[in-house]
Nanobody
Framework: QAQLVESGGGLVQAGGSLRLSCAAPGSIFSVSTMGWYRQAPGKQRDLVASITRGGGTNYADSVKGRFTISRDNSKHIMYLQMNSLKPEDTAVYYC????????????WGQGTQVTVSS
């Protein structure tokens, strides 16, 4: 079964908000940095936000100021609060280790679809 489970996606109008959740096994969640990725139709999967176990964060320029990544270490759940959504945010969103090698070892979940209408 899936090692990582994403949820919370849906259809929203431009300017709206969504909150995504990611449930991960402890062995994966315990890596130093976790991240949210997205893959739009016809495009590669790209990292949009990352967070260390201590709470340090980084964001892609395209989402900076609009998205907030957070994590609950006790529950092994990571979140992505998405505000001021734009049509270009439309994609399947995935969670995984920020390190590409670790992410490859962990494998990818099903992702959750986010669709932003104009």
């Amino acid at each position: 079964q899936a090692q990582l489970v994403e949820s919370g996606g849906g259809l929203v109008q431009a300017g709206g908000s969504l909150r995504l959740s990611c449930a991960a096994p402890g062995s994966i969640f315990s890596v130093s940095t976790m991240g949210w990725y997205r893959q739009a139709p016809g495009k590669q999967r790209d990292l949009v936000a990352s967070i260390t176990r201590g709470g340090g964060t980084n964001y892609a320029d395209s989402v900076k100021g609009r998205f907030t990544i957070s994590r609950d270490n006790s529950k092994h759940i990571m979140y992505l609060q998405m505000n001021s959504l734009k049509p270009e945010d439309t994609a399947v969103y995935y969670c995984n280790a920020e390190d590409s090698w670790l992410a490859r070892r962990a494998g990818w979940g099903q992702g959750t679809q986010v669709t932003v209408s104009s």
